[in-house]
Structures are given as C-alpha cells and as structure tokens.
C-alpha cells in the first residue's frame, strides 16, 4: 500500500515482557515519528528520525523506551520491562518535508499490559 | 506548562449544517497550526494548517480561523456530512521544531 504500515496492530503483553512495534513509512519519506497516544487524549510526541538519525527524543517517557531506524526507512520502538501505564495506542508518522505540520499517520499498534 | 486545548469535548451537528471546533493555545511562541481528524481505530488525517502570519486559510469545505491576540484557532467545517463524525485535533508547533503538540480533541457527531 502506499501509506505508513504498522505492525503488529494489537499487542497484549504481560508486566515485565519486552515489545518491539515496526513501522514502514511511506516511501522516500525521509522524516519518521512516533507518537502515543492514551484513550480519549490526543497524541504526545515520542522521538523523531532525519533519515536514519534520531534527533529528538524527547518525548520518550523512561529509559525503557528505545527507538531505531537503521537504514533510515523502517523504524522499530521498542519497550523494555512493559509496565501498565504503556498501555495506549503507538502512532507512527512520516513526512516528506521538513517544518511541515502535515503528516501521514499509519492506523497505530495498540498495546495493553496486563 | 503551556499546552493546547478545547473549548468543548463534543458537538453534535445536524446533517447539512455548519459546524465551528475552537482551540486555544497558551505557547506564545507557536506559529504554525494544524487540525488533524481522527477517526474510530485509524490514525489522525491532515486537514489543514495555517501559520501564524495568516488569519484565515479555506480549503474544500474547510476553513481555519486564526486570532493571535486571543491565542485562539477554530476549524470551520461546512455542510457537514455523516463522514466528518470524527474526533478533531488542533495541533501547533513552531518553525525549527519538528514536534506537533496536540491538544485533547473534540467529538464531532453528525446527526442524520
């Protein structure tokens, strides 16, 4: 397909367990974002790629959270030792412009901790 | 710390009329602003931005309204359809910062 694509859709994890969410953005789009978003709360800003470099990661809420994009296109969050309050929907996003409010946002993976 | 936000969590609009989703925002520092839609189980859509030297951008249907003495934006959707049920975001951000704030949403429901 032609917009961002992200795997797996639904995640349930056990407190404690790892989690690893893929995100394809749509091609040639050089900027990535990830982005969580809690029921009924609008997104918060997690990290952001240029390419293959991570040059915001702000956002990222403990040292728990990681993210990559290797070869500048398919990024992957990953969560460490999953604890309850991770339970929200992960939104990625890409862009093909810099400074630009207009991104393609993939549908989310939605996990739940248990 | 400063954030962006909504009047009013939900509205409900007769089919065929007007509807107005307002915003406010206390970053004095913002310039640009976007609203995005969301709909059940998808990620958000893109409708339109302005920056901050403009009062008003119109698109198909859509026109956003911007008042920087007030700190307020608002989206203006006209004759509304059932497919613009949806939860609407502002959004803003400020030239060199690649990260959108969004604020809470509002609920939009057409009424048939």
């Known amino acids: 397909g032609a917009g961002v694509s992200q795997s797996p859709r639904y995640k349930v994890a056990k407190r404690g367990q790892d989690v690893a969410l893929r995100c394809d953005p749509i091609s040639g789009h050089v900027s990535l974002f990830w982005y969580q978003q809690a029921l009924g709360q609008g997104p918060e800003f997690l990290t952001y790629f240029q390419n293959e470099a991570q040059l915001d990661k702000s956002g990222l809420p403990s040292d728990r959270f990681f993210a990559e994009r290797p070869e500048g296109s398919v990024s992957t969050l990953k969560i460490q030792r999953t604890q309850q309050e991770d339970s929200a929907v992960y939104l990625c996003?890409?862009?093909?412009?810099?400074?630009?409010?207009?991104?393609?946002f993939g549908e989310g993976s939605r996990l739940t901790v248990l | 710390g400063e954030s962006v936000g909504l009047h009013l969590p939900t509205l409900s609009v007769q089919e065929g009329d007007n509807s107005i989703i307002n915003c406010a925002y206390s970053n004095s520092a913002s310039d640009y602003f976007i609203w995005y839609k969301q709909e059940s189980g998808k990620g958000p859509q893109f409708i339109i931005d302005?920056?901050?030297?403009?009062d008003k951008r119109q698109g198909q249907r859509v026109t956003v309204l911007l008042n920087k003495t007030v700190k307020h934006l608002s989206l203006q959707i006209a004759a509304t359809q059932p497919g613009d049920s949806a939860v609407y975001f502002c959004a803003e951000t400020y030239f060199g910062n690649e990260k959108l704030t969004f604020g809470t949403g509002t609920r939009l429901t057409i009424i048939p």
């Open positions: 996003a890409s862009s093909n412009r810099r400074n630009t409010g207009e991104l393609f």
């Open positions: 302005i920056r901050s030297n403009m």
